[in-house]
T-cell receptor
């Protein structure tokens, strides 16, 4: 089945220790998104890619970076995680000009 | 950023009852989406709506794209325990590209 896969599902890191979350998709969608979601709030968009064209949200902290080496993979790097970065991180994909976004299962990040 | 007004915020119902929730905005959207999110998982797309007045069903779920294009409704008939979760509406407008604006979520609990 075509899908969006996120690894790991759970990640524990220490305050200030860099961490990388990964996302892959078999849907062959042009657009990939990273969201942060805290305690049952709505997902908050961090950034997204149209193919390799990177689009950062204005309020995304510099601490968050992303890479998309090819169509299938996208990575979220948190350079120096703080306690406030503990959250669920969601990856999503869509086709260009189609509203539906398809989400992965998420990675739950804990910062100690 | 903008969020859509979603109501009710939470519902606690008896198994077998019907459920209605809605999402409203002060601005027009071109696409309305409804997602369900289980605890610890990513949102799953339930229904996508593309035209004002459109009524679409998916099993026991029915959603409508409001005539004014500023609202959408989701109904669940004959609720069952596995309907428990958080339901999010999301809207897309052409001026925002492929980005979604999410509702605040409706938490549904079903009493067997």
């Amino acid at each position: 089945d075509a899908m969006v896969i996120q690894n790991p599902r759970y990640q524990v890191t220490q305050f200030g220790k860099p961490v990388t979350l990964s996302c892959s998709q078999t849907l062959n969608h042009n657009v990939m998104y990273w969201y942060q979601q805290k305690s049952s709030q709505a997902p908050k968009l961090l950034f997204h890619y149209y193919d390799k064209d990177f689009n950062n949200e204005a309020d995304t902290p510099d601490n968050f970076q992303s890479r998309r080496p090819n169509t299938s993979f996208c990575f979220l790097d948190i350079r120096s995680p703080g306690l406030g970065d503990a959250a669920m991180y969601l990856c999503a994909t869509s086709r260009v000009d189609r509203g539906e976004q398809f989400f992965g299962p998420g990675t739950r990040l804990t910062v100690l | 950023g903008q969020q859509l007004n979603q109501s009710p915020q939470s519902m606690f119902i008896q198994e077998g009852e019907d459920v209605s929730m809605n999402c409203t905005s002060s601005s027009i959207f071109n696409t309305w989406l409804w997602y369900k999110q289980d605890p610890g998982e990513g949102p799953v797309l339930l229904i996508a709506l593309y035209k004002a007045g459109e009524l679409t069903s998916n099993g026991r779920l029915t959603a409508q794209f409001g005539i004014t294009r500023k609202d959408s409704f989701l109904n669940i008939s004959a609720s069952i325990p596995s309907d428990v979760g958080i339901y999010f509406c999301a809207g897309q407008k052409k001026s925002s590209g492929d980005k979604l604006t999410f509702g605040t979520g409706t938490r549904l609990a079903v009493r067997p």
